[in-house]
């Protein structure tokens, strides 16, 4: 079982990125999927998640608005569009997979990936 993220880096305030996230090893249409992220000293919270099919998303209220979470069955992959991005995005952002349902509490996910540095600022 692999989660292999991708997509972080630097970015002024009010700048985007995309981060993607690509499972093998798997049956990845079967598994909510989410990110999370982790600030040096913060615990690792609740961004984003998306059911197995793609038709219901959640976001943590400080990105609704801001990014969007969308997942291509297909492709085995789930990504996160970051659009106005602040100095208090700044994180390690991580994607992880959870048999049949999203929840925002990071204890029920299975699956972890490696994590992805985004870094915002002038």
């Known amino acids: 079982v692999q989660l292999q993220a991708s997509g972080g880096g630097l970015t002024q305030p009010g700048g985007s990125l995309r981060l993607s996230c690509t499972a093998s090893?798997?049956?990845?249409?079967?598994?909510?999927m989410a990110w999370f992220r982790q600030a040096p000293g913060n615990k690792r919270d609740f961004v984003a998640g998306?059911?197995?099919?793609?038709?219901?998303?959640y976001y943590a209220d400080h990105v609704k608005g801001r990014f969007t979470i969308s997942r291509d069955n297909a492709k085995m992959t789930v990504y996160l569009q970051m659009n106005r991005l602040e100095r208090e995005d700044t994180a390690v952002y991580y994607c992880?997979?959870?048999?049949?349902?999203?929840?925002?509490?990071?204890?029920?996910?299975?699956?972890w990936g490696q994590g992805t540095q985004v870094t915002v600022s002038s």
């Open positions: 998306v059911t197995w099919s793609g038709g219901s998303t």
């Open positions: 992880a997979a959870q048999k049949g349902f999203v929840t925002r509490d990071r204890v029920d996910y299975e699956y």
């Open positions: 090893g798997f049956d990845f249409s079967d598994y909510g």
